[in-house]
C-alpha cells in the first residue's frame, strides 16, 4: 500500500484497549497491491536496502532519513516501472493514470538538486538565463512504458526526462519519439508518426 498523510494528527481511541493517549493520521491512499497475488516489496529487500531502520518492528513515532527515504522512493518508483501489468484492479488498484507523471517529493527535489535542469528538448533552463534564485524551473516527468508490461529490468530512472512547460504541450507521441520513448498502446495510434524531429 502507498499514499501520502492528509490530515494533521489527532487523538484517537486507543486501538488496542489499553487506554492509552494515541493519534492518528488520515492517509490517501493512491496504491494497493494483493500480495496474495502478486510480487510486492519484501521486508528483506527492504532490509538490504536500508538496514539502518528496523523493518520488522512496530513503527509509530519512526520517522525515515532523508536518506532513506529518497532509497524507498527509488525502490517503489522501480517496483512501479517493473509492474505495470498488475494494475488492472483485480491483483493491484491505483488512482494514478499512468501518463506522463510529472515528479514530486524526494525524488524531485534530488533531481533538481542533482541534474542540470535543462529542457532535453528544447534546451531551455531558468537558471542559466535568470540565476538560480529566479523561483522557476523545469520539470522533471516519468514516461511509464506499456500499462501491460511486467518484469521490466532496467532501471527506471532511464526514463525521467527534463521537459519545460512549453516542451510538454506537444502531442505525446512526438514527445516520445524525441525523447527516446517507445510508443504505448493506451496513447493510442498516432496519426503524426511521419513528421520529421527536428535535431
Same mark, same amino acid.
Given at each position: ?20 493517549? @494515541? ?5 490517501? @491512499? ?24 528496523? %523493518? ?84 522533471? %516527468? ?58
Amino acid at each position: 500500500m502507498a499514499g501520502k498523510f492528509d490530515s494533521e494528527p489527532w487523538q484517537g481511541e486507543d486501538w488496542s484497549g489499553k487506554g492509552r493517549e @494515541v493519534y492518528y493520521v488520515d492517509l490517501d @491512499v493512491d496504491t494497493l497491491v494483493d500480495s496474495d497475488k502478486t510480487a510486492f516489496i519484501t521486508t528483506a529487500q527492504l532490509t538490504e536496502a536500508i538496514p539502518e531502520f528496523d %523493518w520488522t518492528g512496530g513503527h509509530s513515532g519512526r520517522v525515515l532519513s532523508p536518506e532513506a527515504s529518497l532509497k524507498l522512493e527509488k525502490m517503489w518508483y522501480q517496483y512501479l516501472y517493473s509492474n505495470q501489468g498488475i494494475f488492472d484492479d483485480k491483483v493491484a488498484y491505483t488512482s494514478a493514470c499512468w501518463n506522463e507523471d510529472m515528479l514530486d517529493g524526494m525524488l524531485e527535489e534530488n533531481l533538481c538538486a542533482t541534474k542540470d535542469n535543462t529542457c532535453e528538448i528544447c534546451g531551455y533552463n531558468y537558471q542559466k538565463l535568470f540565476g538560480d534564485d529566479c523561483g522557476e524551473k523545469n520539470s522533471y %516527468w516519468m514516461f511509464w512504458p506499456d500499462n501491460k508490461a511486467t518484469g521490466l529490468t532496467d532501471d527506471f530512472t532511464k526514463h525521467i526526462h527534463c521537459v519545460c512547460g512549453n516542451c510538454n504541450t506537444v502531442d505525446v507521441h512526438i514527445l516520445r519519439k524525441r525523447l527516446g520513448e517507445p510508443e504505448r498502446e493506451q496513447d493510442g495510434l498516432s496519426d503524426k508518426k511521419d513528421l520529421p524531429i527536428v535535431e
